[in-house]
């Protein structure tokens, strides 16, 4: 049973500029959320996407937009980079839509110059 | 405020130690409650979930939960070097589905 992988490990971006970061579910999960975390802070969500539809959205502006694919990997994109938007992205799968433990992947660090 | 507060540390015990970590929350809807580890530049890891007011045991590490008073804790016995980590509570709803809430996290670090 192979864990939840991201890509990629780190990046570098400017303000104003796009990103689209990729994660991949633990096999047979097909419940994926994303959460962002600033240094020094926990993990905030941002949303979750349940069979190809988002069910759930956190206090984040419309510039994050995501997807699910049909295979159960997920996308998150930013739009408009912001300085603040420099963090450890996170992407977590579970079983089914609730009550059930999320396993985390290692995530994406983002730095927005 | 915050609907969960930790704090953050750093706390630092020596090898052997008990160490006891906690969380308070304001938002009574919180029904789930998990402790995840997070080593440096990893994702958090689950140590710990409940759903009710009172103490789960896992070898080292009991979870302990008391709804009344809003407040969850960690205790860790026998604290190892290799339990050096970032500590988060995280908290949910029922019908939240998987959102989770975190508190800041708590910096240990065991020393030989």
């Known amino acids: 049973e192979t864990g939840v992988t991201q890509s990629p490990t780190h990046l570098i971006k400017t303000r104003g500029q796009q990103v689209t970061l990729r994660c991949s579910s633990q096999?047979?999960?097909?419940?994926v959320s994303w959460y962002q975390q600033a240094l020094g802070q926990g993990p905030q969500f941002i949303f979750q996407?349940?069979?190809?539809?988002?069910?759930g959205r956190g206090n984040f502006p419309p510039r994050f937009s995501g997807l699910q694919f049909p295979n159960y990997s997920s996308e998150l994109n930013v739009n408009a980079l912001e300085l603040d938007d420099s963090a450890l992205y996170l992407c977590a799968s579970s079983l089914k839509l609730a009550g059930e433990t999320q396993y985390f992947g290692p995530g994406t660090r983002l730095l927005v110059l | 405020q915050k609907e969960v507060e930790q704090d953050p540390g750093p706390l630092s015990v020596p090898e052997g130690a008990i160490v006891s970590l906690n969380c308070t929350y304001s938002n009574s809807a919180f029904q789930y409650f998990m402790w995840y580890r997070q080593y440096s530049r990893k994702g958090p890891e689950l140590l710990m979930y409940?759903?009710?007011?009172g103490n789960k045991e896992d070898g080292r590490f009991t979870a302990q939960v008391d709804k009344s008073s809003k407040y969850i804790s960690l205790f860790i016995r026998d604290s190892q070097p290799s339990d050096s980590a970032t500590y988060l509570c995280a908290m949910s709803p029922p019908g939240g589905g998987n959102k989770l809430t975190f508190g800041t996290g708590t910096q240990l670090k065991v020393e030989l």
């Open positions: 996407y349940y069979r190809e539809e988002e069910n």
């Open positions: 409940t759903y009710s007011s």
């Open positions: 096999s047979g999960h097909n419940t």
